[in-house]
């Protein structure tokens, strides 16, 4: 997997607060791919709004129980959607309470909630992000 440049990665680090975004705390972090990228053979950098904060731990939980969640969070996004476009996937930032958009240069704006939902509807479609949502809650 590509892996961020130092720049990248400190500047992910303190959009986030230095924090882990699923659980907040502040050691053991990792860099978190928002989307997995190609193996091998790929010359493609990484770019700060494709990454997040997390731990170690719930990194791990974002590939395994936590999946649904994290897709509902716009902490993962589905491989098919276009780097590019990550920059339309909300993020939810649950110390906060509060949706955003990440931007190019490592900020993030918030957004209100009801404008989230709709994001993540029109990328995911109704039924889907539904689904996602069913499967986080009994998850
Ligand atoms: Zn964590």
Known sequence: ???PNDNVRKLVYQ???ERCIACGRQ???EFQHRQAVGMGGSDHRVNVWEGLTACRYCNAAFE???QATALLR???VR???PFEQLLEVP???PLARA???LDRIGGRTPIDSGRAMQLMVDLYGALLYQQLGMAAAHG
């Open 74 to 76: 716009g902490w993962k």
């Open 64 to 66: 395994a129980h936590l």
């Open 79 to 81: 491989r098919w959607v």
């Open 15 to 17: 959009r986030d607060g």
């Open 99 to 101: 949706w955003y958009l």
């Open 1 to 3: 997997m590509t892996a």
């Open 27 to 29: 050691d053991l972090l």
């Open 91 to 93: 993020v939810y930032y």
